[in-house]
């Protein structure tokens, strides 16, 4: 089993497995980036979702290939995981092991990116597509590259690529909050008692940036409100994250076949710190987006224009 690296190529076909490359039939052999349970239980089929280009589409007809080894065997056990903890709430999703977890977010966040890059290298046939720089083509890489451990032994050397944060919600709901943000990365969602967040690629660096609150807040259930202020500083802080993450590949050797990802230090990228300097206004703007719901505008937040209003504790 080899590692399928459809950047090599810039291929994004829609006759070839997104997941292993193989050769697909390009009708039946489609997998949902949004997975029919979820889509069921939150009625998301025909929601519009928004495309980078400002297209429109819907939740139902976000579709990758995928071979019917990778649908069965991969993508079809890992959604029945996570559907199982779901169903069951916090308790259930704190069961998952954080890979499991990983590898699902992964899954649907590199469908949406697969169809944006389908759609860009189409409207720009043999040039680069507009908008997406090398440096946003190279985490889009890392991605699939360290999504391929869904189908095949790859190891991850003595790191872990994620920052996930689990929190239970005080409330359930029926509300389906999610979001992401592909440039850097991150993606949040908030079901029944369950809060989740998740960096893709900084190394953990994220959970060290806000250790403090963390701890303050480890095994308490959260009002949607923190949840939502929590996520706020998530996406700020990964939008400070400079470095992007390089990898060195190690074949299999002798008669082990795995194989193994090696990060480059992360520290020490030129002469960047690992954050920017923290900018209390422009978080504020961010906080206000996620407070939207409860109508508190960005100057309220920073009535003390030194440091943001916070529902947590202090």
Known sequence: MELYDPFDKLSFS?????????????????????????????????????????????????????????????????????????????????ALDELTIFHWFSKILYGIIFIELQAAFTQHEGDEPLGISPSLLS?????????????MPLVYEDFQPWSLVRVKLS??????????????????????????????????KNLEYHGALLKKINGKTLELMQFQELCALFYYSAYLFNPIAQYLILPPAGNNNEYSLSPQPLEGVGLRALFNPWDTKVY???????????????????TNPEKAMTKFIE
């Not at 997998?31 to 939150?42: C, D, E, I």
């Not at 985490?139 to 189908?151: A, G, T, V, Y």
């Not at 359930?172 to 369950?194: C, G, H, P, Q, W």
């Open 284 to 302: 504020a703007q961010v906080l206000e987006a996620f407070w939207k719901p409860w109508n508190i505008t960005k100057d309220e937040i920073r």
């Open 139 to 151: 985490k889009f890489r890392n991605l699939h590259l360290l999504l391929q451990s869904l189908r």
């Open 14 to 94: 829609p006759t070839e497995c997104f997941l292993c490359g193989k050769k697909t039939d390009g009708l039946t052999e489609q997998s949902p980036v949004f997975p029919a349970w979820l889509m069921k239980k939150y009625n998301l089929y025909e929601m519009p979702f928004k495309l980078l280009d400002e297209s429109m589409t819907t939740y139902e007809a976000m579709k990758t290939p995928a071979c019917s080894k990778c649908d069965r065997d991969y993508l079809q056990e890992l959604e029945l995981k996570i559907s199982k903890g779901f169903d069951i709430g916090f308790d259930g999703v704190s």
């Open 171 to 204: 409330t359930e709901s029926n509300v389906f909050d999610y979001r992401d943000e592909m440039a850097t990365m991150i993606f949040s969602l908030a079901i029944k008692d369950v809060g989740i967040l998740i960096c893709l690629q900084d190394h953990g």
